[in-house]
């Protein structure tokens, strides 16, 4: 089965009124996102993970260990990992759903206290990787941070909200400043309506 790259649920230049530009979505989405998809269509062939779902393709190669890892996991979890990321982001209104924003003070104190939280674990993240709120296998909402393509797939939890912090994502933008580049996804870019439906 061979995977696609999906289009932009927006235009290229919708975000860039919020901080991400259209160079970046022009880089990231149509140059980046497109090698993992190529890449994976072009390992998959004749492997036992052909006929499989993205989702098993992520699960069964990251539990495959390191050989598998070096190919088609990486391409696989970065595909999933995109095609995440551009669903969590969006222009116009971000006012966050009610119940959300219940689950997020339950959880962590106060919707402020997330967003602090969420963005010291992605600032914390050493190189290349992505900060992550999930939904643990006990329902219970985390933040987590992981290296390189690995996602909350790989440890059974639901990825509610997912932020790229490879170079490639903020440094058109935000050269060196990763914080504030996550600072500016929390504030401006997130389509918490869309998070919201994942819970």
Not at 3 to 18: E, G, Q, S, V
Not at 40 to 62: C, Q
């Amino acid at each position: 089965m061979a995977f696609t790259l999906p289009d932009l649920p927006y235009a290229h230049d919708a975000l860039a009124p919020l901080g991400m530009s259209k160079e970046t979505l022009e880089y990231h989405h149509d140059l980046h996102h497109k090698a993992y998809v190529d890449n994976l269509n072009r390992l998959l062939i004749a492997s036992e993970y052909e006929a499989m779902s993205l989702e098993d393709i992520v699960t069964s190669t990251y539990q495959a260990g390191a050989v598998a890892q070096n190919g088609i996991f990486n391409n696989a979890s970065q595909h999933w990992n995109h095609n995440l990321f551009w669903e969590i982001m969006g222009p116009g209104e971000k006012k966050m759903p009610g119940e959300l924003e219940l689950a997020l003070a339950e959880s962590f104190g106060s919707v402020a206290k997330f967003k602090e939280d969420f963005a010291a674990a992605g600032a914390g993240q050493f190189g290349s990787g992505w900060a992550w709120l999930v939904k643990d296998k006990d329902g219970a909402l985390k933040i987590t941070k992981t290296e390189n393509g690995v996602n909350p797939l790989c440890f059974g939890q639901t990825a509610l909200l997912g932020c790229d912090v490879w170079e490639h994502s903020y440094y058109i933008d935000f050269r060196n400043k990763r914080p504030a580049y996550l600072t500016n996804f929390l504030e401006k870019l997130v389509n918490w309506e869309a998070v919201a439906a994942r819970l």
